[in-house]
């Protein structure tokens, strides 16, 4: 049984297409927490995510925007760095950073990037972790300056600082990406389909996660457990008692639903959120 004691999140995964405006207006005045949206610059059936985002965050007015995740090696971590913290400024803080270290590599060579291993990737991706947080950093004085292997930043003054401390949240399944996450990354985001075992892996997984925060010398409640879903079987009230087993015993904080459905949207902030806070309320007072 594992509950980091997070406050609870709901937000919708909306596809970056025609009407995920729309969807995201939806979810804003439906009261959700987040929107977000999937990245893959390849794909030219989709919207680029970066300008879906900033139209997004321009035509809402309090929910939070989040790519779910971006694509780090289609989007170095300098300028990253610099849209994200802009963004931020823009929006008044509603923006937080879902970042992957790229899954098809292929794709991305075909568009310009480098292909790498997966080991290479992880390696690549923590590498632009320190860079994005170098950057943001505007309380240090001196420049950023990093020889890595896969990203050099030489002598890069600092900012503009965010709004407000970006989240920064890390797709990942395999060990070494669950390791990175637990040293670097203040919240984990994958999707439930897409977890080794399910439901039934997440012990496993959040134990690698919790070793490396410790291994860091973090503690491993700083690392938030989000949640996609992409396929919800039954009605919404049945996702209530689901959900607040997650929170109490998995640990999972935020809940993040696919399926661009308006009325999914409004059911999940009326129905779904209320009742699991209150569950997970009472549990937590027990």
């Known amino acids: 049984m594992t509950d980091y004691g997070h406050d609870l999140l709901f937000g919708t995964f909306v596809t970056p297409a025609p009407g995920a405006v729309e969807l995201a207006q939806t979810a804003d005045r439906a009261g959700l927490d987040l929107v977000t949206f999937q990245d893959h610059p390849y794909q030219p059936a989709f919207y ?59 794709a991305i060579a075909a568009m310009g990037g480098r292909k790498l291993t997966p080991a290479q990737s992880v390696d690549a991706l923590a590498e632009g972790i320190a860079i994005i947080r170098d ?92 949640m996609n879903f992409m396929r919800m079987d039954g009605p919404p009230s049945s996702w209530i008692d689901h959900f607040a087993d997650l929170a109490l015993n998995h640990g999972i904080s935020a809940f993040i639903i696919g399926g661009d459905d308006h009325a999914m949207a409004e059911a999940l902030a009326a129905e779904v959120a209320p009742a699991v806070r209150e569950l997970v309320k009472r549990e937590r007072g027990a």
């Open 135 to 226: 950057l943001w950093d505007t309380d240090t004085r001196s420049r950023v300056n990093h020889d890595g292997t896969y990203y050099n930043v030489v002598g890069a003054k600092r900012g503009p600082a965010p709004a407000h401390d970006i989240a920064v949240w890390v797709g990942a399944y395999k060990p070494k990406m669950l390791a990175l996450t637990g040293a670097l990354g203040d919240g984990w985001l994958p999707t439930m389909e897409y977890v080794p075992g399910g439901p039934a892996g997440l012990p496993d997984a959040n134990a690698r996660i919790d070793e490396a925060a410790l291994s860091a010398g973090r503690d491993p409640a700083a690392v938030r457990r989000l």
């Open 48 to 106: 680029d995510t970066w300008t879906l985002l900033s139209y997004v965050a321009a035509q809402t007015s309090r929910i939070r925007v989040s790519g779910n995740v971006l694509n780090l090696p289609l989007r170095p971590p300098a300028p990253l760095a610099r849209a994200a913290a802009s963004l931020d400024i823009l929006s008044g803080g509603r923006f937080e950073l879902g970042i992957g270290a790229g899954g098809f590599q292929d």
